[in-house]
C-alpha cells in the first residue's frame, strides 16, 4: 500500500499542529517530542547517528512514535529494576492504541524539559502512568482512525485498531498503522481523546512476559557496570567506616605499585583508586591501607541503641500524630489492658548489582550511565557538582540489578563525575560487596509500645502506638512524620479513643527508603498487636478484624490537619474486608491444623491504592526450628495489567519480606557495619521457600502498584501463625530459634 | 604481565593479565563478556557463576592461571544443548526480574542437568544456591524443571527473538 497524501486538516489551533522539517525533511506533528526527532542508533563504530531510515513519523506525544515501517516506539519514563514496568507500561500503551505487541520498540527516558519528573518509588509507576499513557495510546488511535476514514471514504466510527492495523470490518479491510503514518501526522493531535473500551482489552489484563527477559537470558542485557566507553578507566573508593571520620594516612605508594593502578584521587567522600581494571582497582584499595581518624561516631553500637529505642518507645514524649478522643482517660478507666513492644533492626537493601556509575566528563559536557531510581536528581546534582547546567548533564538509565529503594539515591555519581573530569577520560566507578553493605541507607531501627484498653466484648475502646526510629526522612531533610508512620497512623480499625506518636532518635549512619518502606515495620506492630487483643479476648483473628473495619476509623482524615499537612489516604475498609475474606478462604482458615502447625492472618492498604492480605502458615519444631510451609496473599490493586509480572512481584514481595523476618539484622560495632558479606547478613535462599498461593481481586478500581504492597503484612502473618502453633508472641525481628523454645 | 590462552565458549582469546587476576574480570573488564556478573567478589552470591568443563564455578574465585587448560563457557555461549532449554525454560516461566543474578543461575542451573538430567527438588534446593534479592527462587525451580523435560526433547527451542537494542530519548 503507499502511503497515503496528507490531508487538508490543519486548524489554526498551534497547541495541536506543529509542521515542520526535520533534518531529513520529514513531516513531523504533534507535541515537541525528543521523539519526534530521527531515532539514533549506533554505526559500526559505536557512534551514534541518525537513523535516516526512520524518516516519517508520527510522535503525537513524548511517549509515542510510529514509524512508517509499522514500528511503534514506546518511551518508558520510569526505572526498570525487576518490578517489570518496561513491560506493563508499554502494555497500557499498546492496548489502547491496539498495537502489535510484537512490533514495540522501547526508548528509555533520560531526564529532560519533557520528563521532568522520571522518579520511581513507593509502588507508583503504574498508578501514575496509566492515565497519561492510556491518553497517548488513544489520541494516536484517533489519528490512525481518522486517517484511515479519510483513505478507506467510511465513517471512522466504523473502523477499529486491532493488532497494528486500522480494520474495517464490513468490508475486511485492513490499512496497517505504517501506512497512515503520514496521513495521520498531518492531523491535529486530540486533545481529549476517548478511550476505546467498547472491545476487549487485547493486551492489559493478558499474562505477558518480560520484555527484556530474552536479552538477559543471553547476557546481553545492559546494566549500569555493563557499561562500556571507549577509552573508560575503573575505580573503586575507599570510604569511612564510620560516618564522618576522615583518613589520616594512606599508602599512596603500595597502591600505585599495584599493577594497573594509574591514579590515587582524594575526594572529599573518600580515596579513588583508578585503575585499567576493576580487579586492579579493588587491589590498590586494599594496598592504601587507609588509617582513618573515626571521631565521634565510634561509640555507636546498634545492640546498645536498640535498648535506648526501646525505651523511648515506651516513654511518654513523642510528638502525637494523630489523636482521636482521650487515649489516657480510657486508658486509665479500664480494668482490662493489653501492652507489647515491638522492635526490627536496620536493615541493607543488599542489592545483587554494586552499586555503580559510569562517567565521562568533557570541556562543557557531563554524561553518566547509572541505574537509578531517581535520574532527574542525579543531573541536578552532578550539574551542581561539575558547575554545569542541568541541559550538559545527560543522565542515561540502564537495567538496575535491583533498586528496592537503595538507588533513589545515587550518592555516588558525583564522585564519578569527579574522577572523570580530574581524569579527563571516561570512568566507572563501583564499590566493593563490602563497601555496598557498610554504606547504604539502612532501613531504620524501629521500637514500638502499643497499648489498649478492651471494654467487655473485648473490643479495644483505646489504642495508643507510640513509635521510635531512626527516621528515613531525616537522612532528605525534616523529620516528615506521615512517612515515618505509614502504617500506623492510618491504623483501619475503629477505635473510639486512638493517639499515635512519635519519636525520632537519631543515628550516626544514613536511613534510606527500603522495599515498602516504613509500612514495613508499623504494620509489623499494628497486625502482631491485633492479634494479642484477639488472642486476649479468645476472639478469632479474622473475625476480629472484620469487625474492627470500618468507615468510622477514619472520620477525622477527612480535614488537613491543623499542621497544614494533607488529609492522610482513606483506607477503603470495603476492599481491605474483602482481601481478608478472600485470604481466609484460600488459605483454608477455618481447617484445623495438626500439632505444631499454626496460621497467621494480616492485612494492610498501601495508601487508599493497593489492599492486600496474607496468611502464614508455618511449623515450628519442638526444637524451636521455624518453617514457613506457605503464604497465601489476596491482593486488590484494581485493574491487574500484566498477571505475570504481578504474581511474580507478590512472590518476591514475600521473599523480601521473609528475609527480613528471618534473617535481616545490620549491626554496628564502634560506629563500623559489622556485617559486610552476604555470609554474615544472611538473606532468603530457594530452600527457605514457602508455597506461594496469589489471588486477585477483580479489577473494579483504576490499576495500582505491586511492587510494595506484598511485603508488610508477611512478618506479622508469620508472627501471628507461630503464636497459633506454639502460644509463643513474636515481638522482635528477625525471628530467632532461641526466641521459639 | 604474562599472556594467557583461554578457550572461551569454544574459542581460544588471548590476554595479558596478573596471574592472581580472577576469570571474572578477565571476562568482564579485559575480554568485554560482560553477561558474568560481579555480586560479592567471594564466592557467595553466585553471580558469576560459569562453567569449567561443565561444572559450575564462581568466576571471582578462579585465578585466570587456573584457567588456561580448560573449557570455560559463559553465558553468552550459544549452541549448548541444556543451557538453549534452560534459557527457554527461562523465558516460558518469566523467571527473570531485575535479572542481574540470572546469568549465573542459568550457569548453575545447565551444569546441574548435565549431572542431574532429571532433578528432584531436594536436588535443585542443594544445588542452587545462588542468592536473588527480587525472590525469583519459586520460578527458578519450576524452569528447570522444565528445562529438564526441554533437554531431553529432541530439538529444544531457542527462547525468544527481541533484540534488546535501543536508543536513549
Same mark, same amino acid.
Given at each position: 500500500?503507499?502511503l497515503?497524501?496528507?490531508?487538508g @486538516?490543519?486548524?489554526?489551533?498551534?497547541?495541536?499542529?506543529k509542521?515542520?522539517?526535520? #533534518?531529513?525533511?520529514?513531516l513531523?506533528?504533534g507535541?515537541?517530542?525528543a521523539?519526534?526527532?530521527?531515532?539514533?542508533?549506533?554505526?559500526?563504530?559505536?557512534?551514534?547517528?541518525?537513523?535516516a531510515?526512520?524518516?516519517?513519523?508520527?510522535a503525537?506525544?513524548?511517549?509515542?512514535?510510529i514509524d #512508517?515501517d $509499522?514500528?511503534?516506539?514506546i518511551?518508558v519514563?520510569r526505572?526498570?529494576?525487576?518490578?517489570g514496568?518496561?513491560?506493563?507500561?508499554?502494555m497500557?500503551? @499498546?492496548?489502547?492504541?491496539?498495537?502489535?505487541?510484537?512490533?514495540?520498540?522501547?526508548?528509555?527516558a533520560?531526564?529532560?524539559?519533557?520528563? !521532568?519528573?522520571?522518579?520511581?518509588?513507593?509502588?507508583?509507576?503504574?498508578?501514575?502512568?496509566?492515565?497519561?499513557?492510556r491518553?497517548?495510546? +488513544?489520541a494516536?488511535?484517533?489519528l490512525?482512525?481518522?486517517?484511515?476514514?479519510a483513505?478507506?471514504?467510511?465513517? +471512522?466510527?466504523?473502523?477499529?485498531?486491532?493488532?497494528?492495523a486500522v480494520?474495517h470490518t464490513?468490508?475486511?479491510?485492513r490499512?496497517?498503522?505504517?501506512?497512515?503514518?503520514a496521513?495521520a501526522?498531518?492531523? !491535529?493531535?486530540?486533545q481529549t481523546?476517548? =478511550?476505546?473500551?467498547?472491545?476487549?482489552?487485547?493486551?492489559?489484563?493478558?499474562?505477558?512476559r518480560?520484555?527484556?527477559?530474552?536479552?538477559?537470558v543471553?547476557?546481553?542485557?545492559?546494566?549500569?557496570?555493563?557499561?562500556?566507553?571507549?577509552?573508560m578507566?575503573?575505580?573503586t573508593i575507599?570510604?569511612?567506616?564510620?560516618?564522618?571520620?576522615?583518613p589520616?594516612?594512606?599508602?599512596?605508594?603500595?597502591?600505585k605499585?599495584v599493577?594497573?593502578v594509574?591514579?590515587?584521587?582524594?575526594?572529599p567522600?573518600?580515596? +579513588?583508586v583508578?585503575?585499567?581494571?576493576t580487579?586492579?582497582?579493588l587491589?590498590?584499595?586494599?594496598?592504601?591501607?587507609?588509617?582513618?581518624?573515626d $571521631?565521634?561516631?565510634?561509640i555507636?553500637?546498634?545492640?546498645r541503641?536498640?535498648?535506648?529505642?526501646?525505651?523511648?518507645?515506651?516513654?511518654?514524649?513523642?510528638?502525637t500524630a494523630r489523636n482521636?478522643?482521650?487515649?489516657?482517660?480510657?486508658? #486509665?478507666g479500664?480494668?482490662?489492658?493489653?501492652?507489647?513492644?515491638?522492635?526490627?533492626?536496620?536493615?541493607?537493601h543488599?542489592?545483587?548489582e554494586?552499586?555503580?556509575?559510569?562517567?565521562?566528563?568533557?570541556?562543557n559536557a557531563c554524561?553518566?550511565?547509572?541505574?537509578?531510581?531517581e535520574p532527574?536528581?542525579?543531573q541536578?546534582?552532578?550539574?551542581?557538582?561539575?558547575?554545569?547546567?542541568?541541559?550538559?548533564v545527560?543522565?542515561?538509565?540502564?537495567?538496575?540489578?535491583?533498586g528496592?529503594?537503595?538507588r533513589?539515591? %545515587?550518592? =555516588?555519581?558525583?564522585?564519578?563525575?569527579l574522577?572523570?573530569?580530574q581524569?579527563?577520560?571516561?570512568?566507572?566507578?563501583?564499590?566493593?560487596?563490602?563497601?555496598?553493605?557498610?554504606?547504604?541507607?539502612?532501613?531504620?531501627?524501629?521500637?514500638?509500645?502499643?497499648?489498649?484498653?478492651?471494654?467487655?466484648?473485648?473490643?479495644?475502646?483505646?489504642?495508643?502506638?507510640?513509635?521510635?526510629?531512626?527516621?528515613v526522612?531525616?537522612?532528605?531533610?525534616d523529620v516528615?512524620?506521615?512517612a515515618e508512620?505509614?502504617?500506623?497512623?492510618?491504623?483501619? =480499625?475503629a477505635?473510639?479513643?486512638?493517639?499515635?506518636?512519635?519519636t525520632h532518635?537519631? @543515628? !550516626?549512619?544514613?536511613?534510606?527508603?527500603?522495599?515498602?518502606i516504613?509500612?514495613?515495620?508499623n504494620v509489623?506492630?499494628r497486625e502482631?498487636?491485633?492479634?494479642?487483643?484477639?488472642a486476649?479476648?479468645?476472639?478469632?483473628?479474622?473475625?476480629y478484624?472484620?469487625?474492627?473495619?470500618?468507615e468510622?476509623?477514619?472520620?477525622d482524615?477527612?480535614?488537613?490537619?491543623?499542621?497544614?499537612?494533607?488529609?492522610?489516604s482513606?483506607?477503603?475498609?470495603d476492599?481491605?474486608?474483602?482481601?481478608?475474606?478472600?485470604a %481466609?478462604?484460600?488459605?483454608?482458615?477455618?481447617?484445623?491444623?495438626?500439632?505444631?502447625h499454626g496460621? $497467621?492472618?494480616?492485612?494492610m492498604?498501601?495508601?487508599?491504592?493497593?489492599?492486600?492480605?496474607?496468611?502464614?502458615?508455618v511449623?515450628?519444631?519442638? $526444637?524451636g526450628?521455624?518453617?514457613v510451609?506457605?503464604i497465601?496473599?489476596?491482593l486488590?490493586?484494581?485493574?491487574v495489567i500484566?498477571?505475570?509480572g504481578?504474581t511474580?512481584?507478590v512472590?518476591?514481595g514475600?521473599?523480601w519480606?521473609?528475609? %527480613?523476618?528471618l534473617?535481616?539484622?545490620?549491626?554496628?560495632?564502634?560506629g563500623?557495619?559489622?556485617?559486610?558479606?552476604?555470609?554474615?547478613?544472611?538473606? #532468603?535462599?530457594m530452600t527457605?521457600?514457602?508455597v506461594?498461593?496469589?489471588?486477585?481481586?477483580?479489577?473494579?478500581?483504576?490499576?495500582s502498584?505491586a511492587?510494595?504492597? !506484598?511485603?508488610?503484612?508477611?512478618?506479622?502473618?508469620i508472627?501471628?501463625?507461630?503464636?497459633?502453633?506454639t502460644?509463643?508472641r513474636?515481638?522482635?525481628?528477625?525471628?530467632?530459634?532461641?526466641?521459639?523454645? | 604481565?604474562p599472556?594467557y590462552?583461554?578457550?572461551?565458549?569454544g574459542?581460544?582469546?588471548?590476554?595479558?593479565?596478573d596471574?592472581?587476576?580472577?576469570?571474572?574480570?578477565?571476562?568482564?573488564d579485559?575480554?568485554?563478556?560482560?553477561g558474568?556478573k560481579?555480586g560479592c567478589?567471594?564466592?557467595?552470591?553466585?553471580?558469576?557463576?560459569?562453567?569449567?568443563?561443565?561444572? +559450575?564455578?564462581?568466576?571471582?574465585?578462579l585465578p585466570v592461571?587456573?584457567?588456561?587448560?580448560?573449557?570455560i563457557?559463559?553465558i553468552?555461549?550459544?549452541?549448548d544443548?541444556?543451557?538453549?532449554?534452560?534459557?527457554?525454560?527461562w523465558l516460558?516461566?518469566?523467571?527473570a526480574?531485575?535479572?542481574?543474578?540470572?546469568?549465573?543461575?542459568l550457569?548453575?542451573?545447565?551444569?546441574?542437568?548435565r549431572?542431574?538430567?532429571?532433578?528432584t527438588?531436594?536436588?535443585?534446593?542443594?544445588?542452587?544456591t545462588n542468592?536473588?534479592r527480587?525472590?525469583?527462587?519459586?520460578?527458578?525451580?519450576?524452569a528447570?524443571?522444565r528445562? @529438564?523435560?526441554?533437554?531431553?526433547?529432541p530439538?529444544?527451542?531457542?527462547?525468544?527473538a527481541r533484540?534488546?537494542?535501543e536508543?536513549?530519548?
Amino acid at each position: 500500500m503507499s502511503l497515503l497524501p496528507t490531508n487538508g @486538516a490543519r486548524t489554526n489551533r498551534r497547541d495541536f499542529l506543529k509542521v515542520g522539517s526535520a #533534518a531529513v525533511g520529514a513531516l513531523i506533528i504533534g507535541i515537541p517530542s525528543a521523539l519526534a526527532q530521527p531515532l539514533r542508533r549506533l554505526d559500526e563504530n559505536g557512534v551514534a547517528v541518525d537513523d535516516a531510515t526512520r524518516a516519517v513519523a508520527l510522535a503525537p506525544s513524548e511517549y509515542l512514535r510510529i514509524d #512508517a515501517d $509499522g514500528t511503534v516506539t514506546i518511551t518508558v519514563a520510569r526505572s526498570e529494576m525487576g518490578q517489570g514496568v518496561r513491560t506493563a507500561l508499554p502494555m497500557i500503551l @499498546a492496548d489502547e492504541l491496539g498495537a502489535d505487541w510484537r512490533s514495540i520498540r522501547l526508548v528509555q527516558a533520560t531526564p529532560s524539559p519533557q520528563f !521532568p519528573k522520571l522518579g520511581t518509588g513507593g509502588s507508583t509507576s503504574i498508578s501514575d502512568m496509566y492515565q497519561p499513557l492510556r491518553r497517548a495510546g +488513544a489520541a494516536a488511535r484517533e489519528l490512525l482512525v481518522a486517517a484511515a476514514a479519510a483513505h478507506l471514504a467510511v465513517p +471512522a466510527t466504523e473502523l477499529r485498531t486491532q493488532n497494528g492495523a486500522v480494520v474495517h470490518t464490513a468490508s475486511n479491510r485492513r490499512v496497517p498503522f505504517g501506512a497512515l503514518v503520514a496521513a495521520a501526522a498531518a492531523l !491535529p493531535v486530540p486533545q481529549t481523546p476517548v =478511550y476505546d473500551r467498547r472491545f476487549e482489552h487485547p493486551i492489559v489484563g493478558k499474562p505477558m512476559r518480560r520484555i527484556d527477559a530474552p536479552a538477559i537470558v543471553r547476557g546481553t542485557a545492559t546494566y549500569g557496570l555493563d557499561v562500556r566507553v571507549p577509552g573508560m578507566l575503573f575505580a573503586t573508593i575507599a570510604m569511612p567506616p564510620v560516618p564522618g571520620s576522615k583518613p589520616t594516612s594512606f599508602n599512596r605508594a603500595a597502591a600505585k605499585a599495584v599493577s594497573g593502578v594509574r591514579e590515587i584521587i582524594e575526594l572529599p567522600t573518600g580515596v +579513588a583508586v583508578v585503575a585499567t581494571n576493576t580487579w586492579a582497582a579493588l587491589k590498590g584499595r586494599t594496598a592504601l591501607a587507609v588509617i582513618w581518624n573515626d $571521631g565521634p561516631n565510634a561509640i555507636f553500637d546498634s545492640t546498645r541503641f536498640r535498648t535506648t529505642l526501646r525505651t523511648r518507645a515506651q516513654t511518654a514524649g513523642g510528638i502525637t500524630a494523630r489523636n482521636v478522643g482521650d487515649v489516657d482517660a480510657a486508658l #486509665a478507666g479500664s480494668t482490662r489492658r493489653v501492652t507489647g513492644t515491638y522492635e526490627s533492626p536496620f536493615q541493607a537493601h543488599a542489592t545483587m548489582e554494586p552499586q555503580n556509575c559510569t562517567a565521562h566528563v568533557t570541556r562543557n559536557a557531563c554524561e553518566l550511565w547509572v541505574g537509578t531510581q531517581e535520574p532527574g536528581d542525579v543531573q541536578q546534582n552532578v550539574a551542581k557538582t561539575l558547575a554545569l547546567t542541568p541541559e550538559q548533564v545527560t543522565v542515561h538509565v540502564p537495567l538496575l540489578g535491583g533498586g528496592f529503594g537503595r538507588r533513589i539515591v %545515587a550518592e =555516588y555519581a558525583t564522585d564519578a563525575a569527579l574522577l572523570s573530569k580530574q581524569l579527563g577520560a571516561p570512568v566507572q566507578l563501583v564499590w566493593s560487596r563490602p563497601d555496598d553493605f557498610a554504606h547504604d541507607m539502612y532501613q531504620p531501627m524501629f521500637a514500638a509500645q502499643l497499648s489498649a484498653a478492651v471494654d467487655a466484648n473485648g473490643m479495644p475502646v483505646a489504642w495508643r502506638h507510640r513509635v521510635a526510629s531512626t527516621a528515613v526522612t531525616a537522612s532528605f531533610g525534616d523529620v516528615y512524620m506521615q512517612a515515618e508512620l505509614l502504617g500506623a497512623r492510618d491504623v483501619p =480499625y475503629a477505635i473510639p479513643n486512638l493517639r499515635v506518636e512519635y519519636t525520632h532518635v537519631p @543515628a !550516626p549512619m544514613k536511613m534510606g527508603w527500603w522495599r515498602a518502606i516504613q509500612f514495613v515495620p508499623n504494620v509489623f506492630a499494628r497486625e502482631s498487636f491485633l492479634d494479642e487483643l484477639a488472642a486476649a479476648s479468645q476472639r478469632d483473628p479474622l473475625e476480629y478484624r472484620l469487625q474492627l473495619l470500618s468507615e468510622k476509623s477514619q472520620a477525622d482524615f477527612a480535614a488537613p490537619s491543623a499542621a497544614g499537612q494533607p488529609a492522610a489516604s482513606r483506607v477503603d475498609v470495603d476492599r481491605l474486608r474483602a482481601v481478608l475474606m478472600l485470604a %481466609a478462604e484460600k488459605s483454608g482458615w477455618h481447617v484445623p491444623l495438626e500439632k505444631g502447625h499454626g496460621r $497467621g492472618i494480616a492485612c494492610m492498604s498501601y495508601d487508599d491504592r493497593s489492599y492486600v492480605a496474607q496468611v502464614a502458615e508455618v511449623f515450628v519444631s519442638p $526444637g524451636g526450628l521455624l518453617r514457613v510451609k506457605k503464604i497465601t496473599t489476596a491482593l486488590d490493586v484494581g485493574l491487574v495489567i500484566n498477571p505475570l509480572g504481578l504474581t511474580g512481584q507478590v512472590e518476591g514481595g514475600i521473599v523480601w519480606a521473609l528475609s %527480613a523476618a528471618l534473617y535481616g539484622d545490620m549491626r554496628f560495632t564502634k560506629g563500623r557495619a559489622s556485617r559486610t558479606s552476604f555470609a554474615e547478613y544472611r538473606v #532468603a535462599s530457594m530452600t527457605d521457600m514457602p508455597v506461594m498461593e496469589t489471588h486477585f481481586m477483580p479489577g473494579i478500581h483504576e490499576p495500582s502498584g505491586a511492587g510494595e504492597p !506484598p511485603v508488610p503484612a508477611v512478618a506479622p502473618a508469620i508472627a501471628n501463625a507461630i503464636f497459633s502453633a506454639t502460644g509463643k508472641r513474636v515481638r522482635s525481628l528477625p525471628i530467632t530459634p532461641a526466641s521459639l523454645v | 604481565m604474562p599472556d594467557y590462552s583461554l578457550s572461551i565458549n569454544g574459542a581460544t582469546q588471548t590476554v595479558s593479565a596478573d596471574a592472581d587476576t580472577p576469570l571474572l574480570w578477565v571476562l568482564r573488564d579485559l575480554l568485554g563478556l560482560t553477561g558474568t556478573k560481579f555480586g560479592c567478589g567471594a564466592g557467595q552470591c553466585g553471580a558469576c557463576t560459569v562453567q569449567i568443563d561443565g561444572a +559450575a564455578v564462581r568466576s571471582c574465585q578462579l585465578p585466570v592461571a587456573g584457567a588456561t587448560t580448560m573449557q570455560i563457557s559463559t553465558i553468552e555461549r550459544t549452541g549448548d544443548v541444556l543451557l538453549e532449554a534452560c534459557r527457554s525454560a527461562w523465558l516460558e516461566e518469566d523467571v527473570a526480574q531485575c535479572g542481574y543474578c540470572q546469568a549465573g543461575v542459568l550457569m548453575t542451573s545447565a551444569a546441574l542437568l548435565r549431572t542431574t538430567p532429571s532433578p528432584t527438588d531436594a536436588q535443585i534446593d542443594a544445588a542452587i544456591t545462588n542468592i536473588c534479592r527480587c525472590g525469583t527462587y519459586p520460578r527458578i525451580k519450576r524452569a528447570i524443571q522444565r528445562a @529438564a523435560v526441554l533437554a531431553k526433547s529432541p530439538m529444544p527451542a531457542s527462547g525468544g527473538a527481541r533484540s534488546g537494542k535501543e536508543t536513549d530519548a
